[in-house]
């Protein structure tokens, strides 16, 4: 650019349009103020009240941020009472599982043998201990063996006929689930019925069925 072509674009004062911008707003905003003060000086008593009604804004904010302030406190201290043996009760669930795996794989051989019986009923009644211990801590084991199936607590792994319950009901647990409280620990690894066309589901009559034929 020449040197004429700059020296255009500075004005006598040797300041550029953008400077002249930026004096302009300051021009501005100080005569705003002194307007505003101008007013607040003629009339006291709107300052004042602007004044309170500021105060009165602040305030109220401070307020509702305490109190959202104590609520979650609240709910912190009760979650940690709640849900601290959330890892522990994690734990618990393996030893459950391997105790009703040593149930079934024993099957009928009580029967035949009276030394096996023994072991049966012992771990038997370690796994009624062990389930009444963790109910006692809120902690709760789901068997829904003829439920309809709930995705929030249950987790289909496969579909299989079964005419003794309807369609989307579970037919078969491959693991117990467990809730905390209202919090779930493991989702119960269950299959679904799913029939074939035309063939409904019917109530089933075996203990345990509880199922819910309104679906």
């Known amino acids: 650019m020449s040197e004429t072509a700059n020296n255009n674009q500075e004005d006598q004062h040797g300041n550029t349009p953008a400077d002249d911008s930026i004096v302009e707003n300051i021009v501005e905003e100080a005569m705003n103020a002194e307007s505003n003060d ?15 009604a500021e105060l009165k804004d602040r305030l109220l904010r401070a307020a509702a941020e305490v109190e959202n302030t104590r609520r979650r406190a609240k709910k912190d201290v009760e979650d940690a009472a709640n849900y601290a043996i959330t890892k522990f009760a994690r734990d618990l669930l393996d030893v459950g599982d391997n105790l009703r795996r040593a149930l079934e794989a024993a099957g009928n051989d009580a029967d035949a043998d009276p030394a096996m019986k023994t072991l049966i009923d012992g771990v038997e009644m370690t796994e009624k201990t062990l389930l009444k211990a963790m109910e006692q801590n809120g902690i709760k084991k789901l068997e829904p063996l003829g439920e309809k199936l709930d995705p929030n607590q249950h987790q289909a792994v496969f579909e299989m006929p079964n005419p003794a319950y309807p369609d989307g009901h579970v037919a078969q647990v491959m693991q117990a689930g467990y809730v905390l409280k209202d919090r779930l620990l493991r989702p119960a690894m269950v299959g679904v019925t799913k029939n074939p066309t035309g063939q409904d589901g019917s109530k089933n009559d075996e203990p345990g069925g509880n199922i819910d034929t309104s679906a």
């Open 38 to 52: 101008a007013a607040a000086n003629n009339d006291p008593v709107a300052a004042l009240e602007a004044e309170v």
